[in-house]
């Protein structure tokens, strides 16, 4: 069904599931709530959408209406973790977790537990965060909407009747809708941007190893999915990354990536340079979205006095996007030999696509690897000059729930992709991105704006969204599910 905007009333304006991470922290330092109201309220608002949004593969709710009552008396004691001890959190179903089953959206691993948590959940509990619950993905995180055999197809809180987009549909559904302020993804070709984008809500993919990963599924795609983070405020992002960031030993790139950090300076305060790239390799927009995008940036760059350049990317893609089906064929065939009882309960699209994987030569891989190594070299000299790139985050907007792409944008006809044009280079250069909300479009769904740095720069990013969001660009109310 079709489930209109609908303004929120006093009264939902004081329920806890609507405050940000921020907020609830305040609250909880204040004495005029309680991590434990807080996650009961959160898992209330759970129960009242669940329903309608699917967001959600599993819960953990007596586990953290304990942890909550825990967190209460910390706060009593004045002996708090961290920032976000007490706030409620979501997991995406791709992050391993002891307590929760990770099935990847596939029946092949319906009851597959880890006996460790992801690095990132680990910090999340140290930290005295509340993890409710798994949020839904498609199956293996390799499609850009989110439906599997297992749970179903998860559902856009703007418009139940379309997609939240993927593969962090779940995550994002559920924080644009309520159910917790912040959440983990991960993206590893836009996973946390595009459903960010189609739910309005920040979605923050850092420069791998910003995030520290050990634990982990094997990967799909290379080194190219990282740890990615939603929230419905630029600060609450930024308090989850100070959560779940930082290098740890056992994972060299987050040691290379602590080092970009350090190299990386503030944005300038006079003279940012700027490059808004409209499209890729002239390839169809929505009209709504490039209208908003390119107001957006010219918004922002007016209030930095910034310097805007309009124009393409310097960067030939074409062939690293060639690529971009082989790796996730070439990834799956080395998954299934790890694990040969997966592909036995897989999809049979995913069993042929690691029959495909199973037959490139092994030259191909490494004629892919020297892509990657060309395009990181290239970005490297791209941010000599310009100190953000910009673009629209998605080329299309949300469309209906159960199909796996828009096979038209703009009144052009476009494959598996082409609704994805924006995102999957920068994994591949692995550099820093953001989705930040702009002005939605005629029918009240979001439309996000794509910021993207260079490496280590997190700081540059999360700066510029928050500009963007002061200017209140999308209108933040909270979309109510009417019953």
């Known amino acids: 069904m079709s489930v209109p905007l609908a303004s929120t009333s006093t009264a939902h304006l004081k329920a806890l ?3 940000s991470a921020c907020e609830l922290r305040s609250a909880f330092l204040s004495g005029s709530a309680t991590p434990e109201q807080a996650t009961r309220s959160c898992l209330v608002r759970i129960e009242e959408v669940q329903a309608d949004l699917n967001a959600f593969s599993a819960l953990r709710a007596p586990q953290a209406l304990e942890e909550a009552k825990a967190s209460t008396l910390r ?4 002996e708090t973790l ?3 001890d007490g706030v409620p959190v979501s997991i995406k179903d791709n992050l391993l977790t002891r307590d929760m089953p990770t099935t990847w959206g596939s029946r092949g691993l319906a009851h597959y537990f880890s006996e460790h948590d992801e690095l990132a959940v680990q910090r999340l509990r140290r930290a005295g965060a509340i993890i409710v619950g798994k949020t839904n993905v498609p199956e293996f995180t390799l499609e850009g909407y989110t439906h599997n055999p297992l749970f179903g197809a998860t559902r856009n809180p703007w418009n139940t009747e379309l997609t939240p987009g993927g593969s962090s549909g779940g995550a994002a559904a559920s924080v644009a809708a309520g159910c917790t302020p912040i959440a983990l993804g991960t993206d590893g070709g836009g996973s946390t941007r595009r459903p960010a984008a189609h739910c309005g809500l920040v979605g923050l993919k ?6 520290a990963r050990q634990h982990t599924l094997p990967t799909l795609l290379l080194d190219f999915e990282v740890v990615g983070l939603l929230a419905r405020t630029t600060e609450d992002v930024q308090a989850l990354l100070g959560v779940v960031g930082g290098p740890d ?6 040691l290379a990536a602590h080092g970009a950090q350090l190299a990386s300076a503030h944005i300038p305060h006079q003279g940012l ?7 890729l390799d002239d390839a169809p927009v929505d009209s709504a979205i490039a209208l908003s995008c390119e107001k957006g940036i010219e918004e922002l760059a007016k209030d930095r006095d910034a310097l805007l350049c309009k124009g393409k990317l310097p960067l030939n893609l074409q062939a690293i996007n060639a690529a971009w089906p082989q790796i996730g064929q070439m990834g799956l065939a080395a998954l299934f030999a790890r694990h040969p009882d997966w592909e036995t309960g897989a999809s049979e699209k995913y069993q042929a696509m690691a029959a495909q994987g199973r037959e490139i030569p092994a030259q191909t891989l490494w004629q892919v690897l020297d892509l990657i190594a060309e ?3 290239l970005c490297a000299g791209l941010f000599e000059h310009w100190d953000v790139i910009a673009m629209p ?3 299309a907007q949300p469309w209906p729930a159960q199909q796996a792409y828009p096979p038209f944008i703009n009144g052009q006809p476009v494959g598996p992709r082409g609704h994805a044009v924006f995102t999957g280079w920068v994994n591949a250069a692995g550099l820093p991105a953001i989705s930040v909300p702009v002005r939605p479009d005629i029918n009240g769904l979001p439309i996000g704006l794509q910021l993207i740095a260079r490496h280590g720069a997190e700081t540059t990013l999360l700066e510029l969204s928050r500009l963007v969001q002061a200017r209140q660009l999308f209108d933040q109310r909270r979309p109510v599910l009417r019953k």
């Open 17 to 19: 599931w609507q405050y």
């Open 75 to 78: 706060y009593q004691k004045a």
């Open 82 to 84: 961290s920032e976000l």
């Open 206 to 211: 850092p420069t791998i190893g910003t995030v």
């Open 249 to 254: 030993a056992s994972d060299c790139a987050s």
């Open 273 to 279: 340079r700027i490059l808004y790239v409209p499209t």
């Open 375 to 377: 395009l990181r070299r």
């Open 393 to 395: 985050c998605t080329a």
